[in-house]
């Protein structure tokens, strides 16, 4: 980056324009594997209009801007790939207003979406999206990898909350994408465009999202199964019995063994011969209706070879399980080198995906361990180093992680359920879509940035990037 | 149309070809007001194949394609109003199949909404959606404009089911948009673009929905309320209340009125002094949970000087109740000649959308019949052309169609719902959106249309297709 870029940018922010080293290596990562990319300078706007210049300059020079939350990402959607200028867009963090009258909320998107939850719930209502990183992550970021959650099977995933968004175009304009409404038959949809686009259209500068009432009861259950394969079976069988869960989360055997050693305060003792676990929770407002609905699993889940089930009775017992489920991703990360793929099929298909994925790791000879949102059929697969050697984990890996990206299309599915592409799996889209499709995107790409500053090297695979 | 273009159809499609009068006249118009626009040929293909040679074709010789489902909008969607080539969907009739175990169905887009609907019930499943259009309209015309429909307010609108579509482009390629799952974070939601474009991006030939384990009970009442303003005022708090009634419609007095006179079949009697009616659904699968619902419901209402309220105890009388409610616009229409408009607000914000929308009126001097799905925000405003004459009609209407308009864009809302801008509603856009908003989706029509064959005249205003 020039000089007088600097001197742009520090006259315009102070000390928020920030170049000392320390900070560039902190914000050259995301929660991705242990990629870092360093950026030239970071920048920490305050306001729409901050964004708005920033952008408009960066346009102008042709310099490369990447924005980032939270960096909790897990495709590296944050990850500065091309250098150039880091946007942190954490002084975002206002709620700007809670609607009580209309179940909506407006906020800027460097809000923390554990916050956020916590400051409607005050108020009883409900903002159901729930990634495991939800302590953390910011809602704008969310936004952008369109983020799911355990609460997604029966709720929905970030993009059935959107209603309205603020974006700053490239080239510094600024829109408005729709309207603070449940209903919307008016033009085309850029609201959808934008939630899960990665940063690659526009910057969000403000969300309205909508809101439930919030339920009054739960109810979670741990059912141990003797095979991994028959715990996946029983999911779809669930829903066939007319119950919706708020949860389903699916866990192997090393998934739930790893994550207790790595969270010491629990006291829930797992059998050897337990292959995997469902996490099921139901929630509403009538007690005896989710009772009526354990049972009704309970009878289901029979019939796939399950141990007895653990009903939590206490509220710590609750969250000492979600803990347990919150904890896998980093249990696995701190076990071993890995690469996490975020599957996803049709549910009934999650059987033939789990198959298949152990098969493919036969004959490549690597371990994984899969857990994730059965419920929605998105499987997180994570694959670990373990002692393979550099050559294998380098050059092999990409051809396995095809094999199982492919088997995901052909059960129907695709190759990410709520991470994103980013930058770790870009080079898997020619899987997922088309050159039709593709070229489409990219299309769309070029219309909204057609100097291609924004969140450059991310999405699309390199030989479409350079068409 | 040239002599050659009528060979190349003709050779194609044999009696699937169709240029006589009858039929022109009969393609020419849906259920928007009294419009009608003849086209050249009516071409009716019956596989995908064919409607991307026809598109092929078109596109290269520029010749205007309009496509059309059954023909029940209201937003004057698939008129072909630049003649040309109308392209009726109405052989792509076929249900594909019904996916039990993953709670999905695959169709194609010339069914019935209400006969997949009862297809899929069959299995115990459920399409929600339901516009009051259902027992005629297409699936594919629902996913054109983003039909909503009573049970939206708990169920979201057709937006909110669609997984995938398979696309047909004006270049004749054909693309896939998404794939058949729950959640999605691989690239642009193309799949979202779609829905709503009211054919003009792409024309659907395969549509993959999900589909929800059917409630098995439900409860209706009507509600009468001495104060019409006080009806809608009553909405926002049953939510409030923690209640999600799965329908929640508004009928003004006189939407009632003129209804019970078209319908002569229902024994229901209104009471003159009675201003508005909420008609209110709840649905589930534990009767006492509903009654419960109602009770709460009831309590709310208490609150907002209603009348006697009226529980439906048979079938027959929660059929004739709904039957009342799905005629109104037929009824208003048999009334007078009218001018619909679609207006959709925050619902909180609906006491003074009407209240608006009456002083507006009076203003003008014209006379207005609402209704709609209250629980969205959602309020079907008829203007009643009575006994104004022609001056007023074509050259003030307009201005106070603004004035609402505008009125609804202040309330956070915009101005369609569910019907579409098509052709009726494209010379107000630039209320909803700013200059920069129009123009984006006048680039990305471009790129995906780039010879404006694809339904030309619609969505935007004059001035933006002739930037």
Sequence with gaps: MKQEDLIFFKNKLNDRCKTDIDTLENYGHDETENLVFLPSVVLIPESTEEVSEILRYCNTHLIP?????????????????????????????????????????????????????????????????????????????NISENSGGPK?????????????????????????TGANVLKNATGYNLTQLIVGSEGTLGIVTKIVLRLLPKPTKDLLMLVPFFSAEKACAAVPEIFKAGVIPS???????DAIDWTLKFVDDLSISIQPEHQAHLLIEVDGWDESVLLNDCERIAEVVADFDCDE???????????????????????????????????VVPRYELPRLLKGVKEIG?????????????????????????????????EELPVAIREIFELTVQLGGTISGEHGIGWVQKEYMDIAFGKTELQLMHSIKQLFDPNTILNPGKIFPDSTENH
């Design 247 to 253: 949860a389903m989360e699916f866990m192997e055997r």
């Design 152 to 176: 997604a099977v029966k709720y929905g995933v970030t993009a059935d909350y959107v209603l309205n968004l603020e974006v700053v175009l490239p080239s510094g304009e600024v829109i408005w």
């Design 309 to 343: 089930i653990l009903f939590a009775e206490t509220q710590a017992q609750k969250e000492g399980l979600w803990k347990l489920r919150r904890k896998v991703g980093e249990a696995v990360k701190s076990h071993s080198v890995y690469k996490e793929e975020d599957t």
């Design 65 to 141: 801007v990447t924005p980032c939350g939270a960096r909790t990402g897990l495709s590296g959607g944050a990850l500065p790939v091309k250098g150039g200028v880091l946007l942190s867009m954490e002084r975002f963090s206002k709620i700007i207003s809670i609607d009580e009258n209309n179940l909506q909320v407006t906020t800027e998107p460097g809000v923390i979406t554990e916050v956020l939850q916590n400051a409607v719930a005050e108020k009883g209502l409900f903002y159901p999206p729930d990634p495991a990183s939800k302590g953390s992550c910011f809602i704008g970021g």
């Design 362 to 394: 036969n004959t490549y000879g690597f371990k994984s361990v899969c857990y994730g949102h059965a419920g929605d059929g998105n499987l997180h697969v994570n694959i670990i180093k373990g002692d393979l050697d550099e050559r294998t984990w380098k």
